[in-house]
């Protein structure tokens, strides 16, 4: 019987090495991907905090976070900062909060909003100030203003300015009012806001109040839903212009 020849192949890797080999590659691809989501959460959050590159750009129409590239490049740049996108998170969290808490009440709700300027709350006189009066006597909205207060004191840095504007429909303030007209009563609302929250520690320097009347309206007048939604005061957030920055919007106006 003829003998075997001894097979001269070499022997294979033992079959711990090839378990962890395997073991190496999966832990680099678990490493690859979560390198890439990291940097996509970043991308996402530099963009949802948009409004700082350019006019804090977030939450149009409500608690939407998505920031249209157009709208940002278009606004006044405000320099970003980790205090002011801390400020727009946690201001979005109040509002849902306060919608949280004070869900199935009827008319316009607590909203925050993007504009060319910066961005804004609206706050709806209809659960801020009885009819035709200044005082605000809802405890909830008394709540909020003071979370308000928190966070800007917390948060918001130093070279933002606020302005309260307020805001009435175009039905004259009830005989039993004690402000004559509209003027008077939204100028009056926007005092009564802005006094909350200095009484609640924000700036005084940092803080205007500004009143329009019925003269801007949001919503037509012909209706009573429209009229509850031109009923509202509005906090505003900006960065503060230099003169050469005013120099220069007033130069851009008048070469128009």
Same mark, same amino acid.
Request: contains cysteine.
């Given at each position: 019987? =003829? /003998? ?13 090495? =090839? &378990? ?40 149009? $129409?409500g608690t939407q976070t998505e920031?249209?590239?157009? !709208?940002?490049?278009? =606004?006044?740049?405000?320099? /970003? ?33 993007e504009a060319e300027e910066g ?48 805001? &009435?429909?175009? &039905? ?28 609640? $520690? ?20 012909? &209706?009573?839903?429209? !009229? =509850? /939604?031109?009923? !509202? ?19 851009? /106006?008048?070469?128009?």
């Amino acid at each position: 019987m =003829a /003998k075997k020849c001894k097979c001269e192949c070499p022997e294979c890797m033992p079959e711990w090495l =090839a &378990t962890f080999g395997d073991l190496m590659s999966l832990l680099l691809c678990f490493f690859v991907l979560l390198l890439s989501m990291s940097t996509m959460d970043a991308k996402k959050v530099k963009e949802a905090i948009g409004s700082l590159a350019g006019a804090l750009s977030v939450l149009e $129409g409500g608690t939407q976070t998505e920031v249209s590239r157009e !709208r940002i490049q278009k =606004a006044t740049p405000i320099q /970003k900062s980790e205090e002011t996108a801390q400020t727009v998170n946690r201001l979005s969290a109040a509002i849902a909060e306060f919608k949280q808490f004070t869900a199935g009440g009827k008319g316009p709700a607590i909203t925050l909003q993007e504009a060319e300027e910066g961005f804004f709350i609206r706050l709806p006189a209809d659960i801020t100030f009885p009819p035709g009066s200044a005082k605000i006597t809802n405890t909830d909205t008394l709540l909020f203003l003071k979370r308000i207060a928190i966070i800007i004191k917390q948060y918001l840095p130093k070279n933002i300015e606020i302005q309260i504007k307020g805001f &009435t429909d175009n &039905t004259p303030p009830p005989p039993t009012s004690p402000y004559g007209d509209n003027w008077e009563l939204s100028a009056a609302r926007a005092l009564s806001v802005l006094k909350i929250l200095i009484k609640d $520690g924000v700036n005084p320097k940092q803080l205007s109040a500004a009143a329009y009347g019925q003269y801007h309206p949001i919503a037509s007048n012909a &209706t009573p839903e429209g !009229r =509850a /939604k031109n009923r !509202r005061v509005e906090i505003w957030f900006f960065a503060k212009k230099n003169k050469e920055q005013i120099k220069k919007s007033i130069l851009d /106006k008048v070469n128009k």
